[in-house]
């Protein structure tokens, strides 16, 4: 069973438009972190959510951790080619991460 | 910022082969450092954690004798992939937390692509 449940597996959108994707899970977290890989590199962490209902902004990207802490989404507006990679989100406390299995997105120019 | 650098990027070399990976953490120490493995269009998934002047703790299904780990220092873990076959082909990933900054979040290298023909 997966801990972490990441929707839409793929995403292919045209340059401009705006998305969301989600990441949800039968479990509470103290805090769930969104990364972002480019092929051939590492993740690169993105931001951290810790309160419940919390909101987060990272210029085009707004991230929501949910009232219950059990999920929490990412939207992107107008996206831009580069934006595109895979995005995972993840758990842990003291513990190593744990991924969902991503959402791999393409955005198209 | 706290960076994490892998050594090699990149590396092919035939069936049969052991192969090691350098974990390192450049601007802090790390007690504790992880191996991920992630196959082509795949997820991040934990092979191992490792701890700096004892035995790593493995995941379920990895064979401790296939993946050697090895943390001797506090900015250094190994991984050594012996007998290395096709299938063992992937990206491997390294992380590290720092130790004396609280509940930081964790850094990950750039990652291994290995290779075996």
């Known amino acids: 069973t997966q801990l972490l449940e990441q929707s839409p597996q793929f995403l292919s959108i045209q340059e401009g438009e705006n998305l969301t994707v989600y990441c949800n899970s039968s479990s509470v977290f103290s805090s769930l972190q969104w990364y972002r890989q480019e092929p051939g590199e590492g993740p690169v962490l993105l931001v951290t959510v810790v309160t419940g209902g919390e909101v987060k902004k990272l210029k085009r990207l707004t991230f929501q951790f949910g009232d219950a802490r059990k999920d929490s989404s990412l939207h992107i507006t107008a996206a831009q080619p580069g934006d595109t990679g895979l995005y995972l989100c993840a758990v842990s406390g003291n513990t190593p991460l744990v991924f969902g299995k991503g959402t791999r997105l393409s955005v198209i120019a | 910022g706290a960076v994490v650098s892998q050594h090699p990027s990149w590396v092919i070399c035939k069936s049969g082969t052991s192969v090691k990976i350098e974990c390192r953490s450049l601007d802090f120490q790390a007690t504790t450092m992880f191996w991920y493995r992630q196959f082509p269009k795949q997820s991040l998934m934990l092979m191992a954690t490792?701890?700096?002047?004892?035995?790593?703790?493995?995941e379920q299904g990895v064979e401790k004798d296939k993946f050697l780990i090895n943390h001797a220092s506090l900015t250094l873990s190994t991984l050594t992939v012996t007998s290395a076959h096709p299938e063992d082909s992937s990206f491997y990933i390294c992380?590290?937390?720092?130790?004396?900054?609280?509940?930081?979040?964790?850094?990950f290298g750039d990652g291994t692509r290995l290779s075996i023909l």
């Open positions: 992380s590290a937390r720092p130790w004396d900054r609280g509940l930081q979040p964790q850094h």
């Open positions: 490792s701890n700096e002047g004892s035995k790593a703790t493995y």
